[in-house]
């Protein structure tokens, strides 16, 4: 386990490093003055681009300047933003969670509808319930996520009228930034119209979460689907039934847990798919997270946010399936034989 | 001769038309061919039966709805968008655009991918581990976003977008590639190879490739659906093609700002992608479950 733990954070440390170095490299790619684009500050007088290039260290050399970079990134100094003039980290530290929250919201509900429907899909394959769950999902799993959101806004908004659709809450509530998660704030904020608020964040989420979980709802079930008929067909299943079991017995007992953790990564997995999707439902319903903020930065060709928001995404992508797969490591003790770190 | 004919006595199907009779049996996946057969012929053929070009206006018909709705006319088919131009026609242009794109970049992709895969496959030691460990970090990431960080580097446009698909689409073929020659590497007809004196390239192009074929492909349907969603995810979020070009995504955000008057417009380019996505799963689908029955039997 210890040598595995090692393997997996040396894989995690070395993405990272990778990732600040194409980060750090992208600087002088970009099209302009690599000083501008590491710091965000357009340079006006020679004075103030002879500070920038001390902090910056551009005249040691590459290596130099990259361990500076290094230490600035991680003291949380990561520039300015072109168009905007604001401190990018608090940028991201404002936006990421608003992303965060609508992807954890989409997962606890594609989780929640996804597995049950695919553990009775397993359960009756080749019957009907098994034919038409499944081609449900299929039909889920091949929607464009953006037609899909663009349908609930026409149907829900447009001609039905009883959905928002943009926004978080709406703009005559004003809700103090504490955590950056919606509700969580509503709860902690000293407003006395709390229930209305919290109802009216509420009905903001619904679409977009759907529009988000119907996509990933669907290959939750095909995946559960696929391994709880292989865990059904395989021989201690037989024995079990063999001992006289009944269905539900064998299920509860000897099917349920196998069939599921190992698919337990995958599922995680899908966790990136869900913000990578995310970044495009938020462009749609105005949500304003980081895709939202990403895209903005890509139109205006603000370099220092798409550099920004390129390490503070793929981090926290890369963060989250190495700390997914090391708990289920724990847990799961087949995976214990594989011992080259994979992700 | 009695003897002579015996082996022609009974008839055994080569391993691609058991596949296909397996195939067959799934009528959901039949029809989904039947689909994306039909897809393929408008992109070939469709565009020569149109009486409209993809950017062609028609000032007199602005916002016409389609040939089914009470106020539509038969001679624009799927109506007009906001600045009279033919829908028909924009969406198969628009397939044309989007199927092609992806097309020949998952081709490009496979390509790749399945050289730097079976590299990675058949070497051993630091080499492989450091190859191995590169990927498994590029993995991690979808391809997306991956692909959109690619956009972001290269400057937006239909081309950039597709070298960033292809891009982002490369390590999955990488992956699956090195997976099964690593895992074929070790059986005994490999072994045998060898001790043939068949070198590395020979036994890769001889031995396994021509069981990796299949594979391939339903990793190729699945890259393919995938391609065609990228694609225009980044057409619409203004990324990919830019705004008079009929690629779908570009279409659809195109019509954003007549979506109330003409939801038409929106739903029409929508549903071809969707069409497109769906029948390419099928066959996908009844692909992979065609080669798995095939080996169980």
Redesign the interface.
């Known amino acids: 386990m210890l040598v595995y733990l090692g393997r997996r954070l040396n ?1 995690l440390f ?2 990272l490093l ?1 990732l600040c170095i194409a980060s750090y490299t ?1 600087a002088f ?2 099209p302009g003055d690599p000083l501008t684009n590491l710091s965000g500050n357009p340079i006006s007088s020679e004075d103030q681009a002879q500070q920038l290039r001390m902090m910056y260290a551009l005249d040691d050399g590459y290596i130099a300047g990259f361990w500076q970079y290094l230490k600035l990134t991680l003291s949380g100094e990561w520039g300015l933003s072109l168009t905007s003039q604001n401190p990018i980290f608090a940028d991201i530290c404002q936006f990421l969670p608003a992303s965060l929250e609508l992807s954890l919201y989409a997962m606890a509900v594609s989780l929640l509808v996804g597995i049950p429907l695919g553990i009775a899909a397993g359960l009756n394959h080749r019957r009907y319930t098994d034919m038409s769950i499944l ?1 449900v999902s ?2 889920g ?7 899909l959101a ?2 609930l ?2 149907i829900f908004s ?1 001609q039905w009228g009883g959905l928002p659709m943009s926004g978080r809450v709406s703009l005559i509530y004003e809700i103090p930034q504490y955590s950056g998660f919606m509700l969580v704030d509503i709860l902690q904020a000293d407003i006395d119209n709390k229930k209305q608020v919290l109802m009216d964040a509420l009905h903001h989420l619904i679409l977009p979460t759907l529009s988000l979980s119907i996509v990933t709802c669907s290959l939750v079930v095909r995946l559960t689907r696929r391994s709880v008929i292989n865990v059904m067909a395989s021989d201690y299943i037989k024995a079990a039934y063999a001992k006289g079991l009944s269905r539900t017995q064998v299920f509860w007992h000897h099917g349920m847990k196998n069939a599921l953790l190992p698919i337990m990564p995958q599922l995680a ?1 899908q966790f ?2 869900l ?3 995310a ?2 439902v938020e ?1 749609i319903f105005s949500w304003p997270g980081i895709g939202e903020w ?2 903005q ?3 205006q060709r603000d370099f220092p946010a ?1 550099r920004g928001g ?1 390490l503070a ?2 981090a926290l ?2 963060i989250v ?1 190495i700390c997914v797969d090391l708990l289920i490591r724990t847990i799961y003790p087949l995976s214990k034989k594989q011992l ?4 | 001769m009695p003897k002579s004919s015996f082996y022609d006595e009974e008839f055994y199907p080569s391993p691609v038309r058991q596949t296909w009779n397996e195939f067959q049996r799934n009528h959901i996946a039949l029809a989904g061919l039947w689909c994306l057969g039909f897809f393929v012929l408008l992109v070939l053929l469709g565009p020569w039966f149109l009486p409209f070009g993809p950017l062609a206006q028609n000032t007199e018909a602005i916002l016409l709805p389609p040939a089914w709705d009470a106020n539509g006319d038969v001679s624009h088919l799927f109506g007009t968008d906001g600045i009279g131009r033919d829908l028909l026609a924009r969406v198969v242009h628009g397939c044309q655009i989007t199927f092609g794109a992806s097309f020949f970049l998952v081709l490009l992709a496979m390509l790749v991918g399945c050289s730097i895969g079976a590299y990675a496959g058949m070497s051993r030691g630091l080499r492989a581990s450091i190859i191995n460990h590169l990927l498994d970090a590029i993995m991690a990431i979808p391809t997306l976003l991956l692909a959109i960080i690619i956009v972001a580097i290269l400057g937006t446009g239909l081309m950039n977008s597709m070298w960033a698909i292809t891009l982002a689409l490369i390590p999955q073929f990488i992956h699956h590639t090195r997976d099964m020659v690593g895992r074929e590497y070790r059986k005994e007809y490999v072994t045998a190879a060898r001790l043939d004196g068949a070198s590395d390239a020979r036994i890769f192009f001889h031995s396994i490739l021509p069981n990796m074929i299949e594979m391939l492909v339903v990793q190729a349907t699945m890259a393919l659906s995938v391609a065609i969603l990228d694609i225009s995810a980044l057409g619409f979020l203004n990324l990919g093609a830019q705004s008079p070009s009929p690629e779908l995504g570009a279409m659809l955000s195109d019509a954003l700002e007549t979506a109330y008057v003409a939801p038409w417009s929106i739903s029409l380019p929508g549903a071809a992608i969707f069409l497109m996505v769906l029948s390419i799963n099928l066959v996908g689908d009844g692909l992979r479950t065609a080669l798995k029955n095939r080996v169980n039997q």
């Not at chain 1, 799993?141 to 037609?147: I, K, L, N």
């Not at chain 1, 080259?340 to 992700?343: E, F, G, M, N, R």
Request: hydrophobic share 75%.
């Open positions: 894989l070395f993405t990778i992208l790619l970009f081609s299929l039909v799993f091949s929607m464009p996520v953006f037609w663009l349908l806004i026409l447009l997995m990136t798919v913000l990578t999707n970044m495009i462009v990403m895209m930065a890509i139109y798409i390129m995404v793929s992508v890369v399936t080259h770190a994979q992700v």
